[in-house]
C-alpha cells in the first residue's frame, strides 16, 4: 500500500505498499464469527426487486464481485469515462468519492467476516453467522477474489482528496496479501499447488496460479522503471516482510511449478493434462492464462539467463491457449466447459455460463491481464505477437456486442446462462455474482476494439458507436443500481 509520507506517488503499481506491520489477522473470535456482515448481500434479485438469499446463505463470491463492480464505478467515473458532460458529469467528483468510500467499507467488511489469514471462507448462515463446518476453501474463488487490487492501481484518481487517497491504499492491506500468502504457504508443494485433499488437477494449478497474479504485480512494479515512485520506496527487505516471500523465493516456486508444467503440456492439443485430462473449465483456462502471465513476468524480471528462456516457453503456451479456444467463442460467449482434441478445441457443454465467460474475458484485460505490457517487463505481445492485440479487441467487441443482444432480458435484467448452441437464455436469473463481474469486465474491455468508445470522444466517433457506449453505460448503471436497492 502507499504512505503519502514516503513521497510522490505514481498510479501504477499501488498494492500492497505499508509502513506498518502486514501480519495476517488471527482466526476469527467465536463473538466475532457470530455476527453478520453488513449490507447483507444475496445471491440473486428476484424479477420484483427483492433479494434471494441461495441456501439462507451469505456467499463471499457475492461480496467480492460486488465489491469489483462498485471499484469500477468508482474509478471510471472520472472526468473522461462516466462522468464526463456527454454522459453523466453529476458523478465526478462526489459520487466518484462516494463509491471509494463504500468500496473500504467493504473491504473491511469481507476481511473481517470471510478472510482467516488468506483462508477463504465460502459462505457464512444468514441466520447464525456459522461457517462450513468442513472448513474448506474453494480455490476457484481466488483468481479474481485477488483482483481487488485494481482500485489502487488507480488511486491516482482519487489524488485530489489526499485522507481518501491514503486510505485506499492502506486500509485493505491485509485483505490483498494474505489470499497469496495463504496458497504458497498452504496449498504449494514443490511445483505443485493442491486442494485441500491434497489432490491435483488443472483446477489446483490454475486457480492457484491466477490467485498468485497480485503478489506478483506487487514484486514487478517495485521492480519496472517508475517503481522507485511507488512500492520502490520501500526496500528489498522491508516489501518481502509485507507481502510474505521475497522475489527469491517467488523465483524459486515459479521455476518448480514451470517444471510441472513442462511434463504437463500436450503440444498436440494447446493445453495441459496434470492427470485429469484435457477437458477444462473456462474459467480455469482464463485464470491459468492469467496465472502464467504473471509468472512470466516475474522469471523474466527476477530470474536469470534460463529462467528468461523458461518465460518465453511459458507465455508462448500462454498465446496458444488462448488461440485454442478464441475460436470457439460466439457472440453469446464461450462453453462452460472445453474439450482441446488434437483437431483443435471443442465444446464439451451445452451451457454458457455467463460468469465464467465474463471472468475469462477479464482475465484477459482487467488490472494486470494477458494484455497489459509496460516498460521492464518482458513486453512478448508488443515484440512478437502484436496480432494477439487485435484477436483480444475482436472478442472484446463481439462479447460486448452479444451482450447487449443475448444475456439482457425485456426488463433490463442481466441473465446467468444461454445455451451455447443458440444463445437462448437457460437461466434467466438475475445474480449477484454474475452481474458485478459483468459491470467490471464491460468497464476494463469496453475500449480494447472499436465498436464502443468513452464519453469524452463520442463526438469524434461515428453516432452508432457513441450510442452503442451510452447504451452500455446504461445497462452498468441499471445493474449495480438494482443489486444496491436489493441490499
Not at 514516503?6 to 501504477?12: K, Q, R, Y
Not at 487485435?390 to 446467468?416: C, F, K, M, P, Q
Amino acid at each position: 500500500m502507499i504512505i503519502r509520507a514516503l513521497g510522490t506517488l505514481s498510479v501504477a503499481g499501488c498494492l500492497f505498499l505499508l509502513a506498518v506491520s502486514c501480519t495476517p489477522d488471527a482466526d476469527r473470535s467465536p463473538e466475532t464469527a457470530a455476527d453478520l456482515p453488513q449490507p447483507a448481500v444475496p445471491s440473486s434479485i428476484n424479477t420484483d426487486g427483492s433479494p434471494e438469499f441461495r441456501n439462507n446463505r451469505l456467499y463471499v463470491a457475492d461480496y467480492s464481485n460486488l465489491l469489483h463492480a462498485v471499484s469500477i464505478m468508482a474509478t471510471v467515473s472520472r472526468q473522461s469515462e462516466y462522468g464526463h458532460e456527454n454522459y453523466r458529469p453529476e458523478l465526478y467528483p462526489e459520487k466518484m468519492m462516494e463509491r471509494a468510500e463504500q468500496w473500504l467499507d467493504m473491504v473491511g467488511t469481507i476481511d473481517r467476516h470471510f478472510n482467516e489469514g488468506g483462508k477463504v471462507i465460502r459462505w457464512l448462515d444468514r441466520q447464525t453467522g456459522s461457517a462450513p463446518e468442513d472448513g474448506n476453501t474453494d480455490l476457484a474463488l481466488y483468481p479474481h477474489l485477488v483482483y481487488a487490487y485494481h482500485i489502487h492501481h488507480r488511486s491516482g484518481r482519487f489524488d485530489d482528496n489526499e485522507l481518501l487517497f491514503n486510505r485506499l491504499n492502506r486500509e485493505a492491506t491485509n485483505y490483498l496479501v494474505t489470499p497469496g500468502r495463504y496458497l504458497m504457504n498452504e496449498r504449494y508443494r514443490t511445483g505443485v499447488f493442491q486442494h485441500h485433499d491434497g489432490s491435483v488437477d488443472h483446477k489446483s494449478m490454475s486457480y492457484a496460479l491466477g490467485g498468485l497474479h497480485a503478489n506478483a504485480y506487487a514484486w514487478v512494479v517495485w521492480k519496472k522503471p517508475g517503481g522507485q515512485d511507488d512500492m520502490g520506496v520501500l526496500t528489498e527487505a522491508a516489501l518481502g516482510h509485507h507481502m510474505g516471500h521475497t522475489p527469491d523465493q517467488m523465483v524459486q516456486i515459479y521455476r518448480e511449478t514451470a517444471e510441472t508444467l513442462d511434463d504437463a503440456w500436450d503440444a498436440s492439443r494447446s493445453i495441459y493434462d496434470f492427470g485429469d485430462g484435457t477437458t477444462w473449465r473456462l474459467d480455469a483456462v482464463g485464470a491459468m492464462i492469467r496465472g502464467k502471465k504473471a509468472m512470466y513476468d516475474f522469471l523474466y524480471m527476477f530470474g536469470d539467463d534460463d529462467d528468461a528462456e523458461t518465460s518465453h516457453r511459458i507465455f508462448d503456451r500462454t498465446a496458444a491457449m488462448l488461440e485454442a479456444v478464441a475460436p470457439l467463442a460466439e457472440p453469446w460467449g464461450m462453453p462452460e466447459k472445453i474439450e482441446f482434441t488434437e483437431d483443435g478445441a471443442r465444446a464439451a457443454s451445452e451451457t454458457v455460463n455467463l460468469y465464467h465467460w465474463y471472468q475469462f474475458l477479464n482475465h484477459l484485460g482487467g488490472g494486470y491481464g494477458f494484455d497489459r505490457e509496460r516498460e521492464g517487463m518482458p513486453m512478448y505481445i508488443d515484440r512478437y505477437r502484436n496480432d494477439l492485440k487485435n484477436l483480444i479487441g475482436e472478442l472484446s467487441d463481439n462479447a460486448l456486442l452479444g451482450a447487449l443482444e443475448y444475456h439482457v432480458d425485456g426488463e433490463g435484467r442481466l441473465v446467468t446462462a444461454v445455451s451455447y448452441g443458440e444463445g437462448s437464455v437457460t437461466d434467466d436469473r438475475l445474480t449477484v455474482s454474475t452481474a458485478g463481474m459483468f459491470i467490471t469486465m464491460a468497464a476494463n474491455m469496453y475500449r480494447k476494439g472499436s465498436a464502443f468508445e468513452r464519453a469524452s470522444d463520442w463526438g469524434n466517433v461515428p453516432d452508432d458507436v457513441a450510442r452503442r457506449s451510452l447504451v452500455l453505460h446504461d445497462l452498468k448503471f441499471s445493474l449495480v443500481e438494482r443489486i444496491e436497492d436489493a441490499l
